[in-house]
């Protein structure tokens, strides 16, 4: 684990998604991201313990995740959702992850 305790670095990233199940679909963004998770910016809230399917909007690839964290609302209105992959699937954030990372090494 990291300094922080975390598994894997955590960064300032905005990627576009789609949060599609529970329907109706729901765009959101990425805040920050590590690899098992990430927090996102949500026009919806979702309750602790949801399942989400969530779609990569730059290459189509879908994973499950669940909401482990409520922050609130922020000064626009987003709703601050964390959430945590079900299944560990390392590079689904892309590209874009791995330069953050290396980036703010």
Request: proline letters at 9%.
């Amino acid at each position: 684990m990291s300094a922080e305790g975390r598994r894997s670095p955590r960064v300032l990233l905005k990627l576009s998604v789609l949060i599609e199940d529970p329907p109706p679909a729901c765009p959101a963004r990425t805040a920050v991201v590590n690899r098992q998770g990430a927090m996102l910016l949500s026009p919806r809230p979702y309750a602790l313990g949801s399942e989400l399917l969530l779609r990569h909007l730059e290459w189509e690839g879908s994973a499950r995740f669940n909401v482990v964290w409520d922050g609130g609302t922020d000064e626009a209105g987003s709703h601050k959702i964390g959430i945590e992959m079900l299944e560990a699937w390392p590079d689904f954030w892309g590209p874009e992850y791995e330069k953050a990372v290396r980036a703010g090494a």
